[in-house]
């Protein structure tokens, strides 16, 4: 008799949830629109000679290409410097850090290339400029002179998006 009682109890059970669960069971439909309104846009948008020591000159204007810029400097003598000043702004509305600073190697040792104000992980808010210094300089331990004093370099700044 308590079988019984039990199999009824767990038969009424299983039915209680196959209906509960045939009630509830509906199809959820989504609709609706996305769309995406943000504009990437930074780019280097002036680049002045700063500071020049020496006899260094340009050899041409840099060329700027979006996000890099490319410096050719004569130099004549060691201390010989040429410190380009690049500005790059954020005209987009998102906001942006660098992911990292590429810069080409002339393979030249008696030419020093250094940045200074970017780093790595900086970032560039939306509407917001920044500026840093590209250094070309002829290096003072160099004891006879090369025969070419003059180097090609690039530096290019990649961004991604900040968050």
């Known amino acids: 008799m ?10 009424a059970i299983v039915c209680i949830m196959a209906i509960g669960y045939a009630a509830f069971q509906t199809t959820l439909n989504i609709t609706g ?13 002036d680049v002045t000679t700063k500071n020049v020591i020496g006899d260094a000159t340009k ?6 290409s979006d996000t890099a810029v490319t410096f050719k400097t004569n130099l004549v ?12 702004s954020n005209e987009g509305n998102v906001d942006a850090k660098v992911e990292s600073i590429e810069m080409t190697d ?6 020093v290339f250094q940045t200074s104000g970017i780093n ?3 970032l560039l808010e939306a509407g917001q400029k920044q500026t840093y210094n590209v250094i070309v300089s002829y290096s003072d331990t160099i004891t ?3 025969e070419e004093i003059s180097a ?7 961004y991604v998006q900040n968050g």
């Open 2 to 11: 308590k079988k019984n009682i039990i199999i009824s109890f767990l038969v």
């Open 33 to 45: 629109t996305a769309s995406i309104t943000s504009d990437w846009n930074i780019k280097i948008t």
């Open 59 to 64: 050899a041409f204007e840099p060329v700027v």
């Open 77 to 88: 003598s060691p201390g010989d410097s040429m410190t380009y000043e690049v500005t790059i």
């Open 106 to 111: 002339s393979k030249n040792p008696a030419i």
């Open 120 to 122: 790595e992980n900086d």
């Open 144 to 146: 006879s002179q090369p």
């Open 152 to 158: 090609t370099l690039t530096v290019k700044l990649n």
